[in-house]
């Protein structure tokens, strides 16, 4: 990668209080705060070099890019770049935020698990209703001895099973690719039906989409909870939903296919599933991370140096 223009080079972000934690601006480098909605821009997109944009669903994010004919680097505060692939023009660097999201998406993904083993969504609702529901639900089911099957061996993969290791599992895994200690994505035939919970914490790409169909949610052993921390077009919603219905397996679900979930869709009333509202990213800790990461790729690209986390190479 060539050094930056020297000059004016501009630079859009996204949240004000990200420029706390970039650390040192570049000399020459001018920083602009996207607004998020509907709001006016912060000037002429078409001198934006570097653009750290806000989240998919404020405004048309992605089209933005077309009138910016001068971006070289869109570096993203998501680990899923999924929306972009194939929409930046020739010459735009796509990165994303990988070692970002680590943290906070393996607390919900533990948190989940334990929260829909242990019923703490059922006794949330006991308590609203003033109930005493030691009979209703205990004893309820626990961690310890349980076989989890995490399909996806990146990075926040890692981090989850680093996380469920003290808490007396067994921890299997899945990738596209099969290497040492992790199994090939061709192999989960032969292993749903041996895990007691199944994480889903891969990317969306053409490959995974409807990874977990209505063979998927068929082979998983009875009592078995599937969790999708990944992007929710993973899994079939139809047969997703058409499986949890029969009440033979539970669900813990931070993303859903359509987002967000309409009203009425049956998954908002099942018993045995455990929803939140795409929130395992969505951190006070978010924003320090995320800028951190900005302000390096900043300085890099000031450099001319190679960037992190590079999902498209636009050199």
């Known amino acids: 990668m060539t050094a930056a223009t020297v000059g004016d080079v501009k630079v859009w972000i996204a949240h004000e209080s990200g420029l706390k934690t970039m650390g040192a601006i570049p000399a020459g480098f001018e920083i602009g705060l996207l607004p998020r909605g509907d709001a006016a821009l912060p000037g002429d997109p078409e001198a934006v070099e570097f653009w750290a944009p806000p989240f998919l669903g404020q405004g048309d994010v992605v089209g933005l890019a077309a009138s910016m004919p001068n971006l070289k680097v869109v570096q993203l505060l998501s680990a899923g770049a999924d929306a972009w692939i194939g929409q930046l023009a020739d010459g735009v660097t796509l990165c994303d935020a990988r070692g970002v999201h680590d943290s906070?998406?393996?607390?919900?993904?533990?948190?989940?698990?334990?929260?829909?083993?242990?019923?703490?969504?059922?006794?949330?609702?006991?308590?609203?209703?003033?109930?005493?529901?030691?009979?209703?639900?205990?004893?309820?089911?626990?961690?310890?001895?349980?076989?989890?099957?995490?399909?996806?061996?990146?990075?926040?993969?890692?981090?989850?099973?680093?996380?469920?290791?003290?808490?007396?599992?067994?921890?299997?895994?899945?990738?596209r690719t099969a290497r040492d200690g992790v199994h090939g994505i061709d192999?989960?035939?032969?292993?749903?039906?041996q895990a007691d919970v199944v994480v889903m914490i891969v990317p969306l790409t053409p490959e995974t989409r409807g990874l977990a169909d209505a063979g998927f949610f068929a082979s998983l052993k009875?009592?078995?909870?599937?969790?999708n921390?990944?992007?929710?077009?993973?899994?079939?919603?139809?047969?997703?939903?058409?499986?949890?219905?029969?009440?033979?397996?539970?669900?813990?679900?931070?993303?859903?296919?359509?987002?967000?979930?309409?009203?009425g869709h049956p998954l908002w009333t099942m018993s045995n599933v455990l929803l939140t509202p795409h929130v395992a990213g969505s951190v006070k800790g978010f924003i320090p991370r995320s800028y951190r990461l900005v302000g390096d790729q900043l300085r890099r690209f000031a450099q001319g140096e190679s960037l992190l986390n590079v999902v498209r190479d636009g050199y």
């Open 104 to 175: 906070s998406t393996a607390e919900w993904t533990v948190g989940a698990i334990l929260g829909s083993l242990r019923r703490f969504d059922f006794f949330a609702q006991a308590q609203a209703a003033g109930r005493w529901a030691y009979a209703e639900a205990a004893p309820t089911d626990e961690l310890a001895g349980k076989s989890v099957l995490i399909v996806g061996a990146g990075s926040i993969g890692s981090a989850i099973a680093r996380r469920l290791e003290p808490f007396e599992v067994e921890l299997t895994y899945v990738a």
């Open 187 to 193: 192999e989960l035939p032969r292993l749903l039906p």
């Open 229 to 263: 921390a990944a992007r929710g077009p993973v899994a079939d919603t139809a047969a997703m939903t058409k499986e949890l219905a029969t009440g033979r397996i539970f669900a813990a679900l931070d993303v859903t296919d359509p987002e967000p979930l309409p009203a």
């Open 222 to 227: 009875d009592g078995a909870l599937f969790v």
